[in-house]
C-alpha cells in the first residue's frame, strides 16, 4: 500500500524552526518526485518546495526560497523541510505529494501555525 505519513508540525514563534518529515512506504520516493505543499484558511492549496531525485534539482516558491531547505534520506525513506524564519504568513497545513501514472498521492498534512 502506497502511504506517506507527515509529521513535525507545530507552534513557533515568528522567527523560529520546524522540520517536517514525509515517510513513505509502499514505494521508494528516490523513484520519483516528491513535493511540499500547504494550504492557509481560505486560499488555495499552493507548492512550497519540490525534490526530484532522477534530475538531482529542488524547487521552492518564491516565498520560502532562502529560509526552507528539502532534502531527502532515502535509507529512510523520508523527505525533510527543513523551515527556517518562519513567519505569520507560513501558517498553514503542509502535505507532502508524489504523483505516480497521473494518480496524486498525499500524506494527512501537518498544522504549522507562526505567531507575530
Known amino acids: 500500500e502506497v502511504k506517506l505519513v507527515v509529521s513535525g508540525g507545530g507552534f513557533v514563534q515568528a522567527g523560529g524552526s520546524l522540520r517536517l518529515s514525509c515517510a513513505a512506504s509502499?514505494?521508494?520516493?528516490?523513484?520519483?518526485?516528491i513535493a511540499w505543499f500547504r494550504q492557509a484558511p481560505g486560499k488555495e492549496r499552493e507548492g512550497v518546495s519540490c525534490?526530484?531525485?532522477?534530475?538531482?534539482?529542488?524547487y521552492y516558491a518564491d516565498s520560502v526560497k532562502g529560509r526552507f531547505t528539502i532534502s531527502s534520506d532515502n535509507a529512510k525513506n523520508t523527505v525533510y523541510l527543513q523551515m527556517n524564519s518562519l513567519k505569520p504568513d507560513d501558517t498553514a497545513v503542509y502535505y507532502c505529494?508524489?504523483?505516480?501514472?497521473?494518480?496524486?498521492?498525499w500524506g494527512q498534512g501537518t498544522q504549522v501555525t507562526v505567531s507575530s
Open positions: 505529494n508524489f504523483r505516480r501514472f497521473g494518480v496524486d498521492f
Open positions: 509502499g514505494f521508494r520516493l528516490d523513484d520519483y518526485a
Open positions: 525534490i526530484s531525485h532522477s534530475i538531482t534539482s529542488t
